[in-house]
C-alpha cells in the first residue's frame, strides 16, 4: 500500500517559517517525480512546486518562487518544502503528490498525501 504521510503545518505569523515534510512508503520513491499542491479555503487545487525523481530540476508557482524550497532525500523518502516568509494567502491545506508514467502501454501512477494545514496569521 503506498502512503504518502505529510507534517510541518501550523499555526505561524505574517514574515515566517515552516518546513514542510512529506514521507513516502510502498513505492520505488526515486522513480517518481513529487510536487507540492495547496489548496486554500473555498479554493480549487494550486500547484505550488515540482521536484524530479533525482532532484536535479525544481520548478515553482510564480506566488512562491524566491519564497519557497523543494528538496528530496531519496535514501529518506522524503521531500521537503522550505517556506519562508509567510504570508496570509499562503494559508492553505498543502499536500504532497507522487506522480509517474512508465511503461508500455504508458501507464500513469499517481498518489497523494492526506494533507497538512498551514495557517498564517497574526
Known amino acids: 500500500e503506498v502512503q504518502l504521510v505529510e507534517s510541518g503545518g501550523g499555526l505561524v505569523q505574517p514574515g515566517g517559517s515552516l518546513r514542510l515534510s512529506c514521507v513516502a512508503s510502498?513505492?520505488?520513491?526515486?522513480?517518481?517525480?513529487m510536487r507540492w499542491v495547496r489548496q486554500a479555503p473555498g479554493k480549487g487545487l494550486q500547484w505550488v512546486s515540482s521536484?524530479?525523481?533525482?532532484?536535479?530540476?525544481?520548478s515553482y508557482s510564480d506566488s512562491v518562487k524566491g519564497r519557497f524550497t523543494i528538496s528530496r532525500d531519496n535514501a529518506e523518502k522524503t521531500v521537503y518544502l522550505q517556506m519562508n516568509s509567510l504570508q496570509p494567502e499562503d494559508t492553505a491545506v498543502y499536500y504532497c503528490?507522487?506522480?509517474?508514467?512508465?511503461?508500455?502501454?504508458?501507464?500513469?501512477?499517481?498518489?497523494w498525501g492526506q494533507g497538512t494545514q498551514v495557517t498564517v496569521s497574526s
Open positions: 503528490n507522487a506522480g509517474l508514467t512508465t511503461g508500455v502501454p504508458l501507464r500513469k501512477y499517481n498518489y
Open positions: 510502498g513505492l520505488t520513491f526515486s522513480s517518481y517525480a
Open positions: 521536484i524530479n525523481n533525482g532532484g536535479g530540476s525544481t
